[in-house]
């Protein structure tokens, strides 16, 4: 591997800098501050290097002990894997990849999902939505373990600390920066497959990687088919499902524990809840995807209704202005709206969900009777089963 010399290593007022030129600046490629270990690692990589040569040169620069050598080398691996992020390392250790036979078919809210890979890839989360089907559904994920036949660039159009994405005009390239592993992933714009490019070898950790990376194609899938994902944790009352939303750290797992522990209803999703309208009736599809809760459900199931979280000393159930309901929700889809498009997608469906959802917002504590004053509210709009 060696450093890309479209880029270049430059001081500006004491701090280092790679900067993209020429070229690069017209295709809207990004610099990145970096330390003086990084400008140490970039001087080196103007030569073919191997990882153990540059783990011997910094271990030896830093009179790093044998025992400090495992962090030593986690923290290169990290700087290595950001600047394949941006292309500025030029890595031909990796064999190009080819395409790789179907695993095995899910089904997730009515869609047919295709993993294509080795098997040790593919997280058993995935394993209860197994499907009989044998051909390529509407969404094929392919995971090989080798480089992209061509590296591409595009203008940015998103980047957060865990994720990138460029416009490649028919596909999206996306980066996952915390993802070690995972080199590239190209997804097809209309949403029908994604190729992603891992680094060997397999691992429990790249496999967990892929489990939330596949996630982010399924729901730019399913956003087009009108299936929206609500960051929310979700019982069974009545035979409908109750969906509690609110920010991270909001208390969406502590109010679903207390249902649990204090009226026996099963927990059904403890993170996110795919919702659907189905001639005008809104629906709750069961998705692997359930954060650190481990708690899935595969069934479908009727809306109930969705109760927002709010902190507060008393706990009060308070009613909302049709904008006030069609907002919330909105803030709450973790569908995504990379673009004006996916945006409106995201606005529409929360409009047409509020209209036709019982919503109210949940000013509370983390008590026992934060989940009496949701069950009266709860029993209140829906005094009998779903028929």
Known sequence: MRANQDYLLKEITGIYYLLPY?????????????NETGAYIWTLLQNEQDPDTLLDCLAHRYQAFQKDRAVLEKDMGRFL??????????????????????FCC???GGLHISLCGPEPVFSKDFFPYRTD??????????????????????????????????????????????????????????GSRIDFYCRPPFSESLAADLFHAIRLAFLYLAQ???LFALHSASVLYKERA???????GMGKSTHVKLWNRLYGVPVLNGDLNLLVMEKGVPKVCGTPWCGTSGISDPQNRPLGGIILLGRSVDNVC???????KALLIMQRLISPSWTEELFDRNLAFSEELAAHTAV??????????????????????QPGPAS
């Open 360 to 381: 109210c917002r949940l000013r509370c504590n983390k008590e026992p009777s934060a989940a009496k004053t949701a069950k009266a509210w709860v029993d209140h709009i």
């Open 133 to 190: 089907l044998t051909d390529h559904g509407d969404l094929n994920v392919q995971v090989h373990i080798g480089a992209p036949r061509k590296t591409k660039n595009g203008p940015l159009i998103l980047r957060n600390r865990e994720l990138i994405i460029c416009d490649l005009d028919r596909e999206y390239l996306i980066l996952f920066p915390k993802a070690e592993q995972i080199v590239e992933a190209h997804l097809s714009k209309e």
């Open 106 to 108: 899910l089904k997730i």
């Open 242 to 248: 109750w969906l509690f939303a609110g920010h991270s």
């Open 81 to 102: 894997n950001l600047l394949r992020t941006y292309g500025m390392l030029l890595d031909d250790s990796l064999p190009e990849a080819a395409n790789e036979p179907c």
């Open 22 to 34: 020429g070229q690069n600046i017209a295709d809207l490629k990004r610099g990145i501050r970096i």
């Open 318 to 324: 308070e009613e909302l202005s049709p904008d006030e």
């Open 224 to 226: 087009k088919h009108g």
